[in-house]
């Protein structure tokens, strides 16, 4: 609205996804976690219902996974948040299968059980594709040039420096990554390895 005075802020929610100037990442990864609560609540009557494994593990691909996910082409995850996001999914699989932290079931057990994709695998895979597409493009559009901003004025700090997003990908297929991304056949080949190191299997 004309006239209408602006607030600034450290961070604001736009399209689903938060942005911000902070430097943690946990605020937002809270945030899809929660909805993704939401959307499992949604459903529980069904999740703990009697009706197939099979059947319940595709309303949890299908309507909750996303919910949690979206957004998630760049995150660039540590490992508490990593460890955050299995844990919250392992809770889901104990309800789906219909077991608690006191059967004693190990985590490998449950996921033989529940079926369900690691979330963690999802995440990377999603992030390579769309590396691979960022890579491609040709017409200069903002999605590309802020993968390669960097702030004026602005200095990474002396202490360990947080993961940047490109920083598993430079590690897995060198600084040329764009260039090799060119190859969409020979990108998706390795798309398979880089998300196969992240496979949890319980």
């Known amino acids: ?64 996974e996303p919910v949690i996910t979206y957004g998630s082409q760049v995150w660039a995850l540590n490992k508490r948040l990593v460890s955050k996001l299995r844990t919250t999914q392992r809770s889901m699989e104990r309800a789906i299968i219909g077991v608690t932290k006191r059967d004693h079931l190990t985590n490998k057990k449950v996921r033989e059980l529940s079926g369900t994709n690691d979330i963690i695998s999802t995440i990377k895979k999603l ?53 090799k991304a060119q190859d969409r056949k020979l990108w998706k080949i390795h798309g398979e390895a880089f998300v196969q190191q992240w496979t949890d299997h319980g």
């Not at 942005?19 to 009557?45: D, L, N, P, V």
């Not at 960022?134 to 602005?154: F, L």
């Open 127 to 179: 992030k390579w594709s769309w590396a691979g597409h960022i890579a491609r493009m040709k017409d200069n559009r903002w999605t590309q040039r802020t993968m390669e901003w960097i702030p004026i004025g602005q200095k990474r700090e002396r202490a360990r420096p947080m993961t940047r997003w490109d920083d598993e990908i430079i590690k897995f297929m060198g600084v040329t990554w764009i260039r």
């Open 1 to 64: 609205m004309r006239g209408e005075e602006l607030q600034i802020v450290d961070e604001v929610v736009y399209l689903g996804q938060q942005i911000t100037m902070k430097s943690s990442r946990s605020g937002e990864i809270q945030r899809r976690i929660s909805a993704g609560w939401i959307a499992f609540a949604k459903y529980r009557k069904i999740l703990k219902s009697n009706i197939p494994i099979c059947l319940k593990r595709k309303i949890y691909h299908g309507c909750i």
